[in-house]
């Protein structure tokens, strides 16, 4: 998977979730807090592997750049099973089925290739969408 379609998929996923802030409100506190707990992890992840990246367009060869990236990214897909594992009793099938799609886009790629082919820059912004949208969900549920 090329690194824009990665990304696109990461946005689309905040995006989703985001939607469905009115299923999320009928969560129990727990709940609510765990997954605003997840969200916030995601966010925080995401800027890590938007500064990696932003290290890179002006330092393209810095490896420990590549390899933050690369751990950062690497980890979203987790904290994505987890937050879908809390709200999985509160959605429909259909929405099941959606978000299974998008977890299984999120495979691992090939950083450094993507970084040739693409450069960092507007990769770093669409994660810094993505961020915000994580955000303003682990915000919501605690509002």
């Given at each position: 998977?090329?690194?824009a ?6 946005s689309s996923f905040a ?5 469905w802030?009115g299923?999320l409100a ?7 807090e ?9 966010a925080?992840?995401l800027?890590?592997a938007?500064?990696?990246?932003g290290?890179?367009e ?5 490896r420990?750049a590549?390899i ?5 990214l690497?980890?979203?897909?987790g904290y ?6 809390a709200?999985?009793?509160?959605l429909?099938?259909?929405?099941r089925?959606g ?13 450094e290739a993507?970084?040739?082919?693409y450069?960092?820059?507007p990769?770093a912004r ?15 549920l605690?509002?």
């Open positions: 998977m090329r690194f379609a990665y990304i696109r998929r990461l995006e989703t979730v985001h939607r802030l299923e009928r969560l129990d506190g727990l709940r609510r765990k997954v605003a707990l997840y969200a916030e992890e995601v925080a992840t800027s890590r938007a500064a990696a990246l290290t890179l002006t330092t393209p060869d810095d420990s590549i933050t990236a690369t751990r950062e690497g980890r979203i897909a994505l099973e987890t937050i879908m594992a709200l999985d009793v509160h429909d099938g259909r929405k089925a978000v299974k799609r998008r977890l299984e886009h999120l495979k691992p790629f090939d950083l993507a970084i040739r082919e450069g960092a820059f990769q669409r994660l810094t969408s993505a961020e915000g949208y994580f955000r303003a969900l682990a915000d919501t605690r509002a």
